[in-house]
C-alpha cells in the first residue's frame, strides 16, 4: 500500500480545482449527501433533458477523496442517459469493493479511484457522491428529494 | 503491579521506563515505530493490567456473588477487591457509592433514567455546557422529551473555556440538575470543576460531571470536589473497553430505582413482589464485566505505582511541546486555547482535510483522531466539520510530537 497510490496526481488536481463546483440555477433535482461518520455533506443539481443528465454540479465540504471523487463524477456523468450513469456507478462501486474487480482501463481518469479499495476506512469518502447520484437517478420523482446518508 | 520507582524530579521522569510497561507500544504500523496520539479515544493497556485478567481467566473464572465454591469465591473477591480499589481511587466515602456499569456513557443515562426522570416536571430545566460530548447531550435531550424538562445550554468562548458566571447565570429555581465534562474531548479545555459544582450547590442544584476525559489525566477526588455523581469508563485509564464506573452520593442512590431488572440486583422475587438489593449492587443487574472490572482493579494499581504528580508535568510538559511545534506549521490553527487544558491538542490545517491528513500520518504510523469527536455542537460552534486531535498520555515522547509536526508538514506539501 502506498499513500500515492491513494493520491494520485488526478486525484490531488481535483481536489485542488474542483470541476462543476458551485450552484447550478433553475436545476431539475437537488439532492444531499451526508457521512455521519466524518461530518462530509454535498449537494448535487442536476438539469435533466429528457432521459439525459444536460448538466450537473455539486458543492460542499469533504476531504480530497470525496471532492475529486465527485468532481470526477459529474464530468463523466454529464451527457449520459439515466440508465448508463447507473450503470457507471455499479461499475464504480465495484471498483471500491471488490478486490477482485476487472481493470479499470475504460474507466479513464475515474480509474485513480481504484488505489481507495485498499483504504476501507475511506471508501465510503469516495462513495458518498455516487450514492447520493444514484438515489437522485432512481427516485421517480426528482423534485422531491431528501437526503442521502452514507450510514 | 507494577514495580517501576520512578523518580520524585520531575525532569527525570522516566518515559522509556513506563512505555516498556505497555507491549503495544513497541508495535511497527506500516514500517514506522507507532506513535500512539489517540488517548482520548482510548489509551493502550500495561503489561500489569494485560495480566490481571489474563490472570483471571485462566485461574479464577466464574460466576460471582452467589457461588459457594472456591473459583466463585476467588472471582467475587478480585471483583470486589477492584471496587474497593475505585473507592481510594476517587475517594468515595464508601463501597456503595461506586456502581459499576459498561462506560461513561452508560453512567450518564442512568442517571438521567434512575435519579432524573422520576423528579422533572414539565418546565424543569436541565443544565449543561456547549463543549459537552454526545454522550452528555443525548441522555438529557431523551430525559427532556419523556418529562417535558428543558435542556438549557451554558455558553463557552472562543477559547472553548467556561466560565462560572455566565454558568451560574442560567442557574435558577426551575434547574434540577448541572451536567458537564470535567475536561473537553475536542477541545482539552479543564473546567473548573469545583467551583462549578460549588455554584450548583449554593442554589441545591444536583450535580454530575463527565469525567470520561479527566481521569486519566489528574487526582479526581470526588468529595473534595462536592459532586454527586461522576462518570468515567476504565479504558481510557489503561483498563480493558466495557467496564466504567459511576460514582453516586450515597444518599441519592439510595433514593433510586433500579434502572434495570435482572439478576444481582435482588434479594428476594415473589411473582407479587421483587424486594430489591442494597447498593451498589441494586444497580448492577445481569452478570457483569468480571474481568473488565478486575482490569479496571489492575490499573488503579499500576497508577497508584507512579508518582502522578510527575506524569502530569511531563503530560503537561507534552502539551507544551505539542503547541509550540504545531503553531509553527504555517495554516495550522489550533482549536480550543483555554489557558488550562488537559494533554491533547485539536487542529486544523489550511488545505488539508482532517481525514487526508489521518491518513498520511497513519502512513508514517502515527494515530491521531479526525472528524468531529462525537461533539457536533462544538464543531458548529467554529464553524468546522471536523478537526485533528492529537492527545496524549504519559508513554508519549517529544519525538512523537515533533514526528507528528514532520508528518503534517508533509501531507501540506502533497496538498500544496
Redesign the interface.
Known amino acids: 500500500?502506498e499513500?500515492n497510490d491513494?493520491?494520485r496526481d488526478v486525484i490531488?488536481d481535483h481536489?485542488?480545482r474542483p470541476r462543476n463546483f458551485g450552484g447550478l440555477e433553475s436545476a431539475d433535482a437537488s439532492i444531499e449527501g451526508f457521512n455521519p461518520?466524518?461530518?462530509?455533506?454535498l449537494t448535487l443539481r442536476l438539469k435533466l433533458n429528457d432521459d439525459t443528465i444536460s448538466d450537473i454540479r455539486f458543492e460542499g465540504?469533504?476531504?480530497?477523496?470525496s471532492t475529486a471523487s465527485a468532481s470526477m463524477m459529474t464530468e463523466a456523468v454529464k451527457g449520459k442517459s439515466r440508465a448508463e450513469a447507473l450503470e457507471l456507478f455499479d461499475r464504480i462501486h465495484q471498483l471500491l469493493t471488490d478486490d477482485d474487480a476487472p481493470p479499470a482501463d475504460e474507466l479513464g481518469k475515474l480509474a485513480a479511484l481504484s488505489g481507495v479499495r485498499q483504504?476501507p476506512?475511506?471508501v465510503k469518502?469516495a462513495t458518498l457522491c455516487w450514492h447520493t447520484l444514484s438515489t437522485a437517478l432512481r427516485s421517480a420523482d426528482l423534485k422531491s428529494l431528501g437526503a442521502v446518508s452514507t450510514e | 503491579m507494577n514495580n517501576i520507582a520512578l523518580a520524585r524530579d520531575h525532569s527525570r521522569f522516566d518515559v522509556d521506563a513506563v512505555r516498556r510497561e505497555f507491549p503495544i507500544l513497541a508495535r511497527m504500523v506500516?514500517g514506522k515505530p507507532l506513535a500512539y496520539l489517540d488517548n482520548g479515544a482510548s489509551a493502550q493497556r500495561p503489561a500489569a493490567v494485560i495480566a490481571a485478567v489474563d490472570d483471571y481467566e485462566r485461574r479464577h473464572h466464574a460466576n460471582i456473588h452467589r457461588g459457594v465454591h472456591t473459583l466463585s469465591q476467588e472471582a467475587t473477591a478480585l471483583y470486589e477487591g477492584a471496587r474497593d480499589r475505585l473507592v481510594r481511587f476517587v475517594n468515595a466515602a464508601s463501597r456503595a457509592e461506586i456502581i459499576f456499569v459498561r462506560g461513561t456513557t452508560e453512567a450518564i443515562n442512568l442517571v438521567a433514567q434512575s435519579y432524573a426522570r422520576p423528579l422533572l416536571q414539565p418546565g424543569d430545566e436541565v443544565l449543561i455546557t456547549h463543549l459537552e460530548h454526545h454522550a452528555n447531550i443525548v441522555p438529557w435531550q431523551m430525559l427532556c422529551e419523556q418529562t417535558g424538562a428543558r435542556l438549557v445550554v451554558a455558553p463557552m468562548d472562543s477559547r472553548g473555556e467556561v466560565h462560572v458566571d455566565a454558568v451560574a447565570a442560567l442557574m435558577n429555581t426551575r434547574t434540577k440538575l448541572f451536567a458537564f465534562a470535567h475536561v473537553s474531548n475536542a477541545l482539552g479545555t479543564v473546567l473548573p470543576a469545583k467551583r462549578l459544582v460549588a455554584a450548583a450547590k449554593e442554589r441545591g442544584i444536583t450535580t454530575l460531571i463527565d469525567g470520561a476525559q479527566a481521569i486519566s489525566h489528574m487526582d479526581v477526588d470526588v468529595q473534595d470536589l462536592g459532586c454527586d455523581f461522576y462518570a468515567f469508563s476504565g479504558h481510557k485509564m489503561y483498563a480493558p473497553t466495557g467496564v466504567g464506573v459511576l460514582y453516586g452520593r450515597e444518599r441519592l442512590l439510595e433514593r433510586m430505582p433500579p434502572w434495570q431488572g435482572g439478576g444481582e440486583m435482588i434479594l428476594a422475587v415473589t411473582f407479587a413482589k421483587t424486594t430489591y438489593n442494597a447498593l451498589p449492587n441494586k444497580f448492577e443487574a445481569g452478570t457483569p464485566n468480571i474481568s473488565g472490572g478486575i482490569g479496571l482493579g489492575a490499573a488503579v494499581d499500576f497508577l497508584a505505582g507512579f508518582d502522578r504528580q510527575a506524569a502530569q508535568a511531563h503530560e503537561d510538559a507534552l502539551l507544551q511541546h505539542a503547541t509550540a511545534v504545531l503553531s509553527k506549521i504555517p495554516g495550522l490553527r489550533i482549536i480550543g486555547t483555554a489557558p488550562h487544558k488537559a494533554s491533547l491538542v485539536s487542529f486544523v490545517v489550511a488545505g488539508v482535510?482532517?481525514?487526508?491528513l489521518g491518513?498520511?500520518l497513519d502512513?508514517d504510523g502515527i494515530a491521531v483522531r479526525?472528524?468531529?469527536h462525537c461533539a457536533?455542537p462544538v464543531?458548529d460552534f467554529f464553524e468546522l466539520?471536523?478537526t485533528a486531535r492529537a492527545s496524549f498520555a504519559f508513554y508519549n515522547t517529544f519525538d512523537e510530537i515533533d514526528r507528528l509536526g514532520a508528518g503534517i508538514e508533509r501531507a501540506r506539501k502533497?496538498?500544496a
Open positions: 500500500m499513500l491513494l493520491y490531488l481536489n485542488r461518520m466524518c461530518g462530509d455533506r465540504q469533504g476531504c480530497a477523496i483504504y476506512a475511506r469518502c | 506500516r482535510h482532517p481525514h487526508d491518513t498520511i502512513e479526525t472528524g468531529h457536533m464543531m466539520p471536523a502533497m496538498f
